[in-house]
């Protein structure tokens, strides 16, 4: 089945703020509000950043959030630092075929 | 501790079967979901599936279904992920992952080590 769509790469300089997005359709991101956020570096195994939608787990930082809008969600990381380069991964339920769907990732460089 | 502990790198050939492992550890085994995630060299994440180990009732990707088998084993605490004829398009690290809540689709929040399946003739 086809992953949800996210930009290859993005990058950003030490305190700028950057947004990924990931666009699906009305069958996941559009059709439900469970819409995930994880990050990955090198060698680990991931870890999530925001779930449905916009709520944080304890322990990530207020530097992230995440909101939705139609079908096309977004993570944006504020007050970039060196730590958050990583590769970054969506996720949400997909109706129809009862799973979930992960996007194709998004490697963030901090210049 | 909770934990999910995999079982080590395997090294097959194409045609050749296999199962792996992914014990839990640390909380009620038979309340919580286990999936199963690839990631291919380079690439990114797919959810392949996922069970519960309670009454296995099993949900596929549909990119995976039919392709592998996930079970549980409740007296072993253990989830498994086998294949019955290896490809070399299989070579991936393969995660098993636990949602943060008892509601399958729910992020994981625990996952194992990974274990590197590598298929070469």
């Known amino acids: 089945q086809s992953a949800l769509t996210q930009p290859a790469s993005v990058s950003g300089s030490p305190g700028q703020s950057i947004t990924i997005s990931c666009t699906g359709t009305?069958?996941?991101?559009?059709?439900?509000?469970?819409v995930s956020w994880y990050q990955q570096h090198p060698g680990k195994t991931p870890k999530v950043m925001i779930y449905?939608?916009?709520n944080r787990p304890s322990g990530v930082s207020d530097r992230f959030s995440g909101a939705k809008s139609g079908n096309t969600a977004s993570l944006t990381i504020s007050g970039l630092q060196a730590e958050d380069e990583a590769d970054y991964y969506c996720s949400s339920p997909r109706s129809g075929s009862t799973s979930v769907v992960f996007g194709g990732g998004t490697k963030l460089t901090v210049l | 501790e909770v934990q999910l502990v995999q079982s080590g790198a395997e090294v097959k050939k194409p045609g050749e079967s296999l199962k792996i492992s992914c014990q839990a550890s640390g909380y009620s085994f038979t309340t919580y979901w286990i999936a199963w995630v690839r990631q291919m060299p380079g690439k990114g994440l797919e959810w392949m599936g996922i069970i519960y180990p309670g009454d296995s009732d099993t949900k596929y990707s549909p990119s995976f279904q039919g392709q592998v088998t996930i079970s549980a084993d409740k007296s072993l605490n253990t989830a498994y992920l086998q294949w019955s004829s290896l490809k070399a398009s299989d070579t991936a690290i393969y995660y098993c992952?636990?949602?943060?809540?008892?509601?399958?689709?729910?992020?994981?929040?625990?996952w194992g080590q990974g274990t590197l399946v590598t298929v070469s003739s």
């Open positions: 449905d939608v916009g």
């Open positions: 009305s069958s996941d991101v559009g059709g439900y509000d469970f």
């Open positions: 992952a636990r949602p943060f809540s008892t509601t399958w689709y729910k992020p994981f929040n625990l």
